[in-house]
């Protein structure tokens, strides 16, 4: 049997490798996806003082920093019981909606953007945001890179810095919002907003108005049919920080809506010996495999299975955006993968429009941005939509309040599954049938894995690797005398 | 002027020190008039066999980040050393192991068992564990397995500079830049600070004369924004981690952790930060000590957050301990110095 392997993986964060298997007429007969990285977060938490892991689970991640210090400092929150002060609620909002809108824009341009305005079929050398930008002109490049840096700004006039930001711990966040600093917000927010709509048009016009990329789109190549859950406030609309948990079923109707501290009642996580990252799946379906459909337990947590497991969008260009793109779609629910990035786009609309609501909120300059907790503290969880999909931070401390237990299923995690269906089903309808297997198909393969934006950093957190032992017992003279092994790979 | 041939690469790596290399925003475009990108795969299409099929010495200057943790990654960095004539150790994982070096006080094994066995939401039966080599129907399947310490990119290959940070500072990480293609390098081997410590580039008043009778910790207090953290009994790192990022924690009123590593002339960064403590302590007994000592909540994972995977701790038990690692030997063939 012949083998390709796509090696690593690119424009995504973190490692990965593709390897599919060909039989003798060329046709693609599996393929695997692996993540052949680790970090080993859960256990070395343990023992650290859960107000520092805000700046210590944050290092999970560098692409979304801010989701992993907003989730742990939520968590931090409910370990100490403590409700922290409604500007210091304000401030984190705004604070994370601003990250989501320019970590979207990061995947929309820098990193899946060169498969739409490059091409797939162009030089690799060019796909890339160097090659996009000389596609699309200096003019749209530099306000890409505006954006990029003004949604870093607000992170940083906040947090200090936007890679690892500082500002929140739990009962509240370090440092308020001075007059000087709102006008400054409401600015840079009313940029955010031109420039969802701006992002939005062009993805009407460059990849839409393509008859290529239309197909492709509508292509049962890039075609998954999951659940979805998105959290959601009491409307059922779309929420980033804070809401309950709503699972939509396949066909679109709701399975449960349950609050993030009841996870454990519906989510588990399957453990695969191929890979070094887990298999979540809805406990309510239970686990098929790596399946499709109602019987399956495999759903989606991506921009696509937000706006699927939600009822609309809490803001009025948003909504718009919203309804446009179900009718365009051809209605409730979508399971066109890479309809995932026209949905991140509308995503990144209501991120702009919240976070300009909440930088003109009056409420956002008060000073009070801290609780001091007083009680004993014990166990807590902390959820947020992290822009690659749900993040929960799940803590048990000691009476001090240094961690015993720590449990984390991240953004990128629970689309595990359906990310390597997407992968294999991509290579199914795209490699074989005699056609010769050209860089620019091996591109669109990876195009399905790059519609869910996935991080492997964050999703390798956890440390689930067969480790390697050997014990060699010596002698004085340097002989050896014994030699015990539990080598997980002899052959390698 | 030629261009120089440019390569990025994560090794164990959260993905903010490329976001570093993203925030040069419009440098980036001046940074494609001088160098081409051979290699980075978090923003271009280059594979491992295009790095494999370049001649010995190809690339210019490697941009190294993250730490050592597979034999993937030592494979790696074997390779990008072979074939790059400057290979920088870029950021906190590559130079001194950074916050998931503390794995190294756990060790594999444990977390091996908590991650895939024991978590409340995972569902294993069978108790399955991934493998290095995994038999599916098509063929076979491999993972890298893992070191049994993680480790700096120097411990394994030979390193020219060093850019510290977690993540570095952009403007650092461009002012280094500069400086290398203007030819300007340094002896020293550290790219991208300033001279002295955290301190010297702290606004906040340090006033000299207040002892510590107790460590607080910050979700306990609301501390003055304008005073030195330590001298309010706030632990800050700010004394024993070297210049560079422009003291931007503390700026957002929360106290350094040490992200930028020991100032120069100093080894052990943990240390350091304990002598730095020690000396604000109110207490002059041994009793007075210890109880002052006793309010400091995790000592390990305060004084060595960042800098565990280099320190003389960890270099001691890397010694006793090299024969049990599978990536050793990987190593030694490459002049070890530990």
């Given at each position: 049997?012949?083998?390709?392997?796509?090696?690593?993986?690119?424009?995504?964060?973190?490692?990965?490798?593709?390897?599919?298997?060909?039989?003798?007429?060329?046709?693609?007969?599996?393929?695997?996806?692996?993540?052949?990285?680790?970090?080993?977060?859960?256990s070395f938490c343990e023992g650290r003082p859960v107000e520092e892991m805000p700046r210590i689970t944050q290092r999970i991640c560098g692409v979304c920093p801010m989701a992993h210090h907003m989730a742990s400092a939520k968590a931090g929150d409910a370990v100490y019981k403590v409700e922290p002060p409604p500007a210091a609620k304000k401030i984190r909002e705004m604070a994370y909606t601003a990250f989501v809108c320019g970590d979207h824009a990061t995947h929309f341009y820098v990193l899946s953007g060169p498969d739409f305005f490059v091409g797939p079929d162009a030089d690799p050398a060019q796909r890339n945001i160097l090659g996009l930008i000389h596609k699309v002109g200096l003019q749209i490049g530099r306000r890409v890179l505006q954006h990029l840096a003004e949604s870093h700004e607000v992170i940083s006039l906040l947090g200090g810095r936007f890679v690892h930001p500082v500002m929140a711990l739990p009962g509240g966040v370090a440092k308020g919002v001075s007059p000087e600093m709102q006008a400054r917000f409401i600015e840079i927010g009313e940029h955010f907003v031109e420039f969802g709509l701006f992002s939005l048009q062009l993805w009407k016009e460059a990849v839409l108005g393509d008859n290529a990329f239309h197909e492709m789109i509508f292509s049962p190549a890039y075609y998954q049919r999951t659940h979805n859950i998105a959290l959601v406030d009491a409307q059922n609309r779309l929420n980033f920080y804070d809401g309950r948990v709503r699972?939509?079923?396949?066909?679109?109707?709701?399975?449960?809506?349950?609050?993030?501290?009841?996870?454990?009642e519906h989510i588990a996580e399957r453990v695969e010996p191929w890979t070094y990252v887990k298999f979540p799946y809805l406990k309510h379906f239970g686990w098929r495999g790596l399946v499709d459909g109602m019987e399956s337990g495999v759903y989606r947590s991506t921009p696509l299975g937000r706006l699927n497991a939600s009822e609309g969008m809490a803001t009025?260009?948003?909504?718009?955006?919203?309804?446009?793109?179900?009718?365009?779609?051809?209605?409730?629910?979508?399971?066109?993968?890479?309809?995932?990035?026209?949905?991140?786009?509308?995503?990144m609309l209501y991120c702009a429009e919240r976070m300009l609501e909440l930088a003109r909120d009056p409420e956002i300059t008060d000073p009070n941005i801290r609780t001091i907790p007083t009680e004993t503290p014990h166990e807590g969880?902390?959820?947020?939509?992290?822009?690659?999909?749900?993040?929960?931070?799940?803590?048990?401390?000691?009476?001090?309040g240094i961690l015993q237990k720590v449990n984390l299923i991240v953004g990128t995690t629970n689309n595990h599954a359906a990310i390597c269906m997407a992968i294999k089903s991509a290579a199914q309808a795209l490699i074989g049938g005699g056609r010769e297997i050209t860089q620019g198909l091996l591109d669109r393969v990876e195009m399905a894995f790059r519609a869910f934006d996935p991080c492997f950093a964050c999703a390798t957190h956890a440390l689930p690797g067969e480790m390697n032992l050997d014990i060699e017992v010596f002698d004085a003279k340097g002989e050896r005398v014994a030699y015990l092994s539990r080598t997980a790979d002899q052959a390698s | 002027m030629n261009k120089i041939n440019l390569a990025a690469y994560w090794a164990s790596s959260c993905g903010g020190c490329d976001i570093a290399i993203v925030e040069l925003g419009e440098h980036l475009l001046?940074?494609?008039?001088?160098?081409?990108?051979?290699?980075?795969p978090a923003a271009t299409d280059f594979k491992y066999a295009d790095v494999e099929a370049m001649a010995d010495g190809f690339i210019d200057l490697t941009l190294f980040n993250g730490a050592i943790r597979t034999e993937e990654d030592v494979h790696i960095a074997h390779l990008l050393r072979q074939k790059s004539k400057v290979l920088i150790a870029f950021g906190s994982c590559a130079m001194e192991g950074c916050i998931p070096g503390l794995s190294n006080l756990v060790g594999p094994e444990r977390a091996l068992r908590r991650a895939a066995l024991e978590t409340p939401s995972t569902d294993n039966p069978e108790g399955v564990l991934p493998q290095g080599h995994f038999e599916i129907p098509e063929g076979a399947l491999t993972l890298p397995r893992l070191c049994g310490t993680l480790r700096t990119l120097e411990q394994v290959v030979p390193v020219d500079f060093k850019i510290p940070g977690c993540p570095p500072n952009h403007d650092q990480v461009w002012n280094a830049l500069q400086a290398y293609l203007a030819g300007h390098l340094p002896k020293n081997g550290l790219l991208g600070v300033d001279p002295r410590t955290v301190c010297d580039q702290c606004p906040r008043v340090r006033e000299g004369k207040i002892r510590v009778k107790q460590f607080q910790r910050p979700h306990e207090v609301i501390a003055d924004?304008?005073?030195?953290?330590?001298?309010?009994?706030?632990i800050c790192a700010g004394p024993a981690t070297h210049a560079g990022c422009g003291a931007l924690c503390v700026k957002a009123?929360?106290?350094?952790?040490?992200?930028?590593?020991?100032?120069?002339?100093?080894?052990?960064?943990?240390?350091?930060?304990?002598?730095?403590?020690?000396?604000?302590?109110?207490?002059?007994?041994?009793?007075?000590?210890?109880?002052?000592?006793?309010?400091?909540?995790?000592?390990?994972?305060?004084?060595?957050?960042?800098?565990?995977?280099?320190?003389?701790?960890?270099?001691?038990?890397?010694?006793?301990?090299?024969?049990?690692?599978?990536?050793?030997?990987?190593?030694?063939?490459?002049?070890?110095?530990?």
């Open positions: 049997m012949k083998r390709i392997t796509i090696d690593p993986i690119t424009r995504l964060e973190g490692h990965g490798k593709i390897t599919l298997f060909l039989d003798d007429q060329g046709d693609v007969v599996n393929a695997y996806f692996q993540v052949p990285e680790f970090r080993g977060f859960e699972v939509v079923d396949a066909e679109g109707r709701e399975v449960v809506r349950y609050a993030p501290s009841e996870y454990r009025p260009r948003a909504q718009e955006a919203y309804e446009e793109f179900y009718a365009y779609m051809g209605g409730k629910p979508v399971h066109a993968t890479l309809a995932t990035h026209w949905a991140r786009l509308v995503e969880i902390g959820v947020v939509e992290a822009p690659r999909g749900l993040l929960t931070h799940h803590y048990i401390t000691d009476e001090r | 001046e940074l494609a008039q001088v160098a081409d990108i051979v290699f980075w924004p304008e005073r030195c953290f330590l001298e309010q009994g706030l009123n929360m106290p350094c952790r040490g992200c930028y590593g020991p100032p120069d002339g100093v080894t052990d960064q943990g240390a350091a930060l304990l002598d730095a403590i020690v000396a604000s302590f109110d207490g002059q007994s041994d009793a007075e000590v210890r109880q002052i000592v006793g309010t400091i909540i995790d000592p390990i994972g305060t004084f060595y957050r960042f800098s565990l995977a280099n320190s003389l701790l960890q270099k001691a038990r890397a010694l006793a301990s090299q024969g049990d690692d599978p990536c050793a030997s990987q190593a030694a063939t490459e002049g070890e110095t530990l």
